[in-house]
């Protein structure tokens, strides 16, 4: 069955940076859709960011504000998100997503089949 495989996250103080690992085997390929999400414990998974396999362009949340990046390799069939600037607010368990009904609705956890193991992200003040 195919998976999304998700490494990264862990620690880090308010103003450090963290990189999220997702390996998208499968599901790696020109022109599918793949986001990140976020949610923390007891409230809704937001989307944090939306992209396209094999484009640059990139929809982040508002409250991304310029802070995080996404990145994709295609040698190894990985997506990345790069955060900085983070704070205690981006704490969080995130996961990678793939296989969305409708990428006009890609912020909606609804709208995505498939999803990372997730990885918790700690920020401390």
């Known amino acids: 069955q195919a998976q999304l495989v998700q490494s990264g996250g862990g620690s880090v103080q308010a103003g450090g940076s963290l990189r999220l690992s997702c390996e998208a085997r499968?599901?790696?390929?020109?022109?599918?859709?793949m986001a990140w999400f976020r949610q923390v414990s007891g409230k809704e998974r937001e989307g944090v960011a939306g992209?396209?396999?094999?484009?640059?362009?990139?929809y982040f949340a508002d409250f991304v504000k310029g802070r995080f990046s996404v990145s994709q390799d295609n040698a190894q069939n990985m997506v990345y998100l790069q955060m900085d600037g983070l704070s205690p607010e981006d704490t969080a368990m995130y996961y990678c997503?793939?296989?969305?009904?409708?990428?006009?609705?890609?912020?909606?956890?609804?709208?995505?089949?498939?999803w990372g193991q997730g990885t918790q992200v700690t920020v401390s003040s």
């Open positions: 499968e599901y790696y390929k020109n022109g599918r859709w």
């Open positions: 992209f396209v396999i094999g484009y640059h362009g990139v």
């Open positions: 997503a793939a296989d969305v009904d409708n990428p006009k609705e890609w912020e909606l956890p609804q709208s995505w089949r498939k």
